[in-house]
């Protein structure tokens, strides 16, 4: 194995292990050895994530090994994102199809498991999620996505008589002429396909796996967008 | 010591500071992984109903010190709620052994079941949870209602009311919730049993439909409710204020901890855990007249899942050996009317319940998540536990028949989009309030391989 493997392998086996001050030294080790900040974030924090989600997917893992992944990528992303700025200010297309999210379960539910797991899968998967937490209003998850100039508003609801705020939600950034200014992924336990389109968002997943996909896809289509001045 | 509810509060207010990410890794997941490698917890898939005592009171002890390491979160105030050595004891000893349910001749007493009871368990047919529109409500009700089985009723929710969608929060949960008493009581006057239990109020997630609704015209006080329990060993000011709200009124606490099997608590043993730690925790925090019992699986939902069932039966006899008190435990299928999915999980799930000491509530069916659940599930549920009862089967002979089961639904967990089934009144004839024949048909065929597969005594 090649020193560089061996730096980016440090890095992979801290995010599964899930230990934080292991994936913060790990990569500032790294990157102290001249590690390209882009091959830390692919082939060590994201493959290690990768590890994670799919023992999860399976049953070998469970919600506590994927909370210890999130808090260790958190460590590891504040010692490698300031390099990462600088490399995406110079070529953003390096970013891949990532951006900005802004999450939350909406005003009145406060169930966050899903939500939770989701926002870690987007993390491991390299996007920027601001997670506003629970019972959140809908002016606010709007406020937040104007501040942070998010790609993606992605709000969830368990309960069903929650589930009308994220259709507030999204007639509001009409009334607000904003709504193509960000793309609108819902989610939660009831939450349909059908639903998803009859509020006028722009797609839901029936699990964090898919949801990541989904957000990958919605990058895309926004990006193709601008290119087509839509 | 705790004197009155209103200690709980005052600790609710003052308790140490802890952030819930800290309290949901570092209290719970951490302190149950410490401890399921301490008391080396293990479960094996093929052991669904564990002829283990041992295992059974080393899950005890277990989740009583996580009870006592940690107490409860208040979410509302981001404070611990600490008990004092000997609280949580003085709380089993309070826990009741008989209680009442509705009134009159229809009137049942709840008992603490012990494992293997040759005893019935009591029958409360429902789908706590379920959405409904107004329509389906009344009419799906009384189809478990006039079960002759059925010895108590619940309810889905009413997601909308005149038109007029059921939004959290919103005054309208307030109507809902009442319009969903009146329509309770209608289904129990219609029926002939207007003296029959309930467990009901579940049109409000928040708390303005529980206090709307403790009147005697609507939830009497020989009737229960919900206080909920977030996850995991967590209360919030919605939550405590349904508890301080039967102080005066009397109506029955059913305390809910929906632990999440696959979740804070890692894999099954954990979960079980921090399933005993929550009955415990909740004599307190919600002043329990009984506990609901109700894993849920981390991705799948359902009840049926091997884990779920082996956590069911688990916890239940955990309580039954060490700590006997009411315990009701429910039953969310994955799938939904009109497939035989739905029989084979709800007797999967009947059987794992009656033989571990449980009675029976259900069924949630299609996870809870639709309106397409009916009264035929519910009877044969109830048959299924009677059954089990009358037989004296063992928990080994349980293991076997439940392992026999789950061969016969367990892929419907592979199937993307769950195994719905159809609306109640896709299942039911609306007029004569009778299964539709090909639902009845589908219920003997599967009731006689159910016989065949050793449960001869299901009549």
Same mark, same amino acid.
């Given at each position: 194995?090649?020193?560089?493997?061996?730096?980016?392998?440090?890095?992979?086996?801290?995010?599964?292990?899930?230990?934080?001050?292991?994936?913060?030294?790990?990569?500032?080790?790294?990157? &102290?050895?001249?590690? $390209?900040?882009?091959?830390?974030?692919?082939?060590?924090?994201?493959?290690?994530?990768?590890?994670?989600?799919?023992?999860?997917?399976?049953? &070998?893992?469970?919600?506590?090994?994927?909370?210890?992944?999130?808090?260790?990528?958190?460590?590891?992303?504040? !010692?490698?994102?300031?390099?990462?700025?600088?490399?995406?200010? &110079?070529?953003?297309?390096?970013?891949?199809?990532?951006?900005?999210?802004?999450?939350?379960?909406?005003?009145?539910?406060?169930?966050?498991?899903?939500?939770?797991?989701?926002?870690?899968?987007?993390?491991?998967?390299?996007?920027?999620?601001?997670?506003?937490?629970?019972?959140?209003?809908?002016?606010?998850?709007?406020?937040?996505?104007?501040? !942070? $100039?998010?790609?993606?508003?992605?709000?969830?609801?368990?309960?069903?008589?929650?589930?009308?705020?994220?259709?507030?939600?999204?007639?509001?950034? *009409?009334?607000?002429?904003?709504?193509?200014?960000?793309?609108?992924?819902?989610?939660?336990?009831?939450?349909?396909? &059908?639903?998803?389109?009859?509020?006028?968002?722009?797609?839901?997943?029936?699990?964090? !796996?898919?949801?990541?996909?989904?957000?990958?896809?919605?990058?895309?289509?926004?990006?193709?967008?601008? *290119?087509?001045?839509? | 010591?705790?004197?009155?509810?209103?200690?709980?509060?005052?600790?609710?207010?003052?308790?140490?500071?802890?952030?819930?990410?800290?309290?949901?890794?570092?209290? +719970? =997941?951490?302190?149950?992984?410490?401890?399921?490698?301490?008391?080396?917890?293990?479960?094996?898939? /093929? /052991?669904?109903?564990?002829?283990?005592?041992?295992?059974?009171?080393? #899950?005890?002890? =277990? @989740?009583?010190?996580?009870?006592?390491?940690?107490?409860?979160?208040?979410?509302?105030?981001?404070? +611990? #709620?600490?008990?004092?050595? @000997?609280?949580?004891?003085? @709380?089993?000893?309070?826990?009741?052994?008989?209680? +009442?349910?509705? /009134?009159?001749?229809?009137?049942?007493?709840?008992?603490?079941?012990? #494992?293997?009871?040759?005893?019935?368990?009591?029958?409360?047919?429902?789908?706590?949870?379920?959405?409904?529109?107004?329509?389906?409500?009344?009419?799906?009700?009384?189809?478990?209602?006039?079960?002759?089985?059925?010895?108590?009723?619940?309810?889905?929710?009413?997601? %909308?009311?005149?038109?007029?969608?059921?939004?959290?929060?919103?005054?309208?949960? #307030?109507?809902?919730?009442?319009?969903?008493?009146?329509?309770?009581?209608?289904?129990?006057?219609?029926?002939?049993?207007?003296?029959?239990?309930?467990?009901?109020?579940?049109?409000?997630?928040?708390?303005?439909?529980?206090?709307?609704?403790?009147?005697?015209?609507?939830?009497?006080?020989?009737?229960?409710?919900?206080?909920?329990?977030?996850?995991?060993?967590?209360?919030?000011?919605?939550?405590?204020?349904?508890?301080?709200?039967?102080?005066?009124?009397?109506?029955?606490?059913?305390?809910?901890?929906?632990?999440?099997?696959?979740?804070?608590?890692?894999?099954?043993?954990?979960?079980?855990?921090?399933?005993?730690?929550?009955?415990?925790?909740?004599?307190?925090?919600?002043?329990?007249?009984?506990?609901?019992?109700?894993?849920?699986?981390?991705?799948?939902?359902?009840?049926?899942?091997?884990?779920?069932?082996?956590?069911?039966?688990?916890?239940?006899?955990?309580?039954?050996?060490?700590?006997?008190?009411?315990?009701?435990?429910?039953?969310?299928?994955?799938?939904?009317?009109?497939?035989?999915?739905?029989?084979?999980?709800?007797? =999967?799930?009947?059987?794992?319940?009656?033989?571990?000491?449980?009675?029976?509530?259900?069924?949630?069916?299609?996870?809870?998540?639709?309106?397409?659940?009916?009264?035929?599930?519910?009877?044969?549920?109830? %048959?299924?536990?009677?059954?089990?009862?009358?037989?004296?089967?063992?928990?080994?002979?349980?293991?076997?028949?439940?392992?026999?089961?789950?061969?016969?639904? %367990?892929?419907?967990?592979?199937?993307?989009?769950?195994?719905?089934?159809?609306?109640?009144?896709?299942?039911?004839?609306?007029?004569?309030?009778?299964?539709?024949?090909?639902?009845?048909?589908?219920?003997?065929?599967?009731?006689?391989?159910?016989?065949?597969?050793?449960?001869?005594?299901?009549?």
């Amino acid at each position: 194995m090649s020193e560089l493997q061996e730096y980016l392998e440090d890095v992979m086996n801290a995010i599964i292990e899930g230990d934080a001050d292991w994936a913060r030294e790990a990569c500032t080790e790294a990157l &102290e050895k001249g590690v $390209d900040p882009l091959q830390i974030l692919n082939n060590g924090l994201m493959a290690g994530a990768d590890v994670v989600g799919q023992k999860f997917e399976i049953g &070998e893992f469970f919600l506590p090994q994927l909370m210890l992944t999130g808090r260790a990528l958190k460590a590891a992303m504040a !010692v490698i994102e300031p390099r990462l700025q600088s490399i995406y200010a &110079e070529n953003e297309d390096l970013k891949g199809d990532t951006g900005v999210v802004v999450m939350a379960t909406v005003k009145t539910d406060i169930h966050d498991i899903g939500k939770n797991i989701v926002a870690s899968m987007l993390t491991a998967s390299g996007f920027t999620v601001h997670d506003l937490g629970v019972d959140v209003p809908i002016k606010s998850i709007i406020a937040k996505a104007q501040e !942070v $100039d998010a790609n993606i508003i992605g709000c969830s609801a368990l309960l069903t008589t929650s589930m009308p705020f994220m259709r507030d939600l999204v007639n509001l950034l *009409e009334a607000m002429g904003e709504r193509a200014r960000f793309k609108v992924m819902v989610g939660g336990a009831s939450v349909t396909p &059908e639903f998803a389109e009859k509020i006028g968002a722009d797609g839901t997943a029936p699990n964090a !796996v898919k949801a990541v996909q989904l957000a990958q896809q919605l990058i895309r289509n926004q990006r193709a967008e601008k *290119e087509a001045g839509t | 010591m705790i004197l009155n509810y209103l200690d709980i509060t005052d600790r609710a207010n003052n308790g140490p500071y802890i952030s819930e990410e800290n309290w949901d890794l570092e209290k +719970i =997941a951490m302190t149950t992984m410490e401890l399921v490698s301490k008391y080396k917890l293990e479960w094996n898939p /093929e /052991e669904i109903v564990t002829d283990d005592p041992g295992l059974a009171d080393t #899950i005890f002890e =277990a @989740g009583l010190e996580l009870a006592r390491r940690v107490g409860a979160y208040s979410r509302s105030t981001e404070r +611990i #709620i600490e008990f004092e050595p @000997g609280e949580l004891e003085e @709380g089993i000893r309070r826990m009741p052994q008989t209680l +009442i349910m509705g /009134e009159g001749k229809d009137a049942r007493t709840l008992y603490a079941r012990k #494992i293997m009871d040759e005893r019935l368990p009591l029958v409360w047919a429902g789908n706590p949870g379920a959405p409904h529109p107004e329509e389906l409500f009344l009419p799906s009700v009384m189809s478990w209602a006039q079960e002759p089985i059925v010895d108590m009723i619940t309810c889905g929710t009413l997601v %909308e009311v005149d038109g007029r969608e059921v939004r959290t929060e919103d005054p309208i949960e #307030i109507v809902s919730t009442r319009r969903e008493l009146q329509y309770m009581r209608q289904a129990l006057k219609r029926v002939g049993r207007p003296g029959m239990g309930m467990l009901a109020a579940q049109s409000s997630v928040s708390e303005l439909g529980d206090l709307a609704v403790a009147h005697p015209d609507y939830l009497r006080t020989c009737d229960s409710h919900l206080v909920p329990m977030l996850n995991e060993l967590k209360m919030d000011h919605r939550n405590i204020a349904r508890a301080v709200n039967s102080l005066e009124y009397g109506m029955r606490n059913a305390s809910l901890p929906c632990v999440i099997v696959g979740g804070l608590g890692g894999d099954a043993p954990g979960s079980a855990v921090v399933n005993v730690a929550s009955f415990l925790v909740s004599n307190l925090t919600c002043i329990s007249d009984y506990h609901l019992c109700h894993p849920i699986h981390m991705r799948h939902v359902a009840t049926s899942t091997r884990s779920v069932l082996w956590v069911e039966s688990i916890v239940e006899q955990a309580f039954a050996r060490n700590a006997p008190c009411i315990i009701v435990s429910d039953i969310y299928p994955k799938s939904g009317a009109m497939t035989r999915e739905l029989l084979y999980e709800t007797a =999967a799930n009947a059987i794992v319940i009656t033989v571990s000491g449980g009675h029976l509530e259900g069924c949630g069916s299609a996870d809870g998540n639709l309106p397409n659940g009916t009264g035929l599930e519910a009877r044969f549920m109830g %048959e299924v536990g009677h059954a089990v009862a009358r037989q004296g089967l063992d928990l080994q002979e349980a293991n076997g028949m439940v392992l026999k089961l789950l061969e016969k639904y %367990e892929h419907v967990f592979d199937q993307s989009g769950g195994n719905p089934g159809v609306r109640f009144d896709e299942a039911y004839d609306l007029v004569s309030l009778r299964p539709l024949p090909a639902w009845q048909q589908m219920y003997e065929e599967v009731k006689a391989e159910v016989r065949e597969l050793g449960l001869v005594t299901l009549e």
